[in-house]
């Protein structure tokens, strides 16, 4: 992580994920102090919120192809919500 944070709501899915699992590599190695464990802590949640997000904003948008009663090829939701 670097000196300034990133927005979190300016992030995409992977970089979001990445620094996650960044944070959760620091938090498991035990070698970071606690007032920094206690920060980290609180943006890693902000970052899974955001990442929980992504994945729903992501799955309404999935279309699933189908064909009509004309055999044409069309789009509909597909029901995932």
Request: glycine residues 4%.
């Amino acid at each position: 992580m670097s000196d300034t944070p990133t927005a979190i709501d300016t992030m995409s899915f992977e970089a979001a994920l990445a620094e996650l699992e960044a944070i959760v590599q620091q938090l498991e190695s035990g070698d970071v102090e606690l007032e920094k464990s206690i920060a980290i802590y609180e943006r890693g949640a902000a970052l899974k919120a955001h990442c929980e997000k992504k994945l729903r904003e992501a799955e309404l948008k999935v279309e699933k192809i189908v064909l009509d009663d004309n055999g044409q090829m069309k789009t509909e939701d597909a029901g995932l919500t």
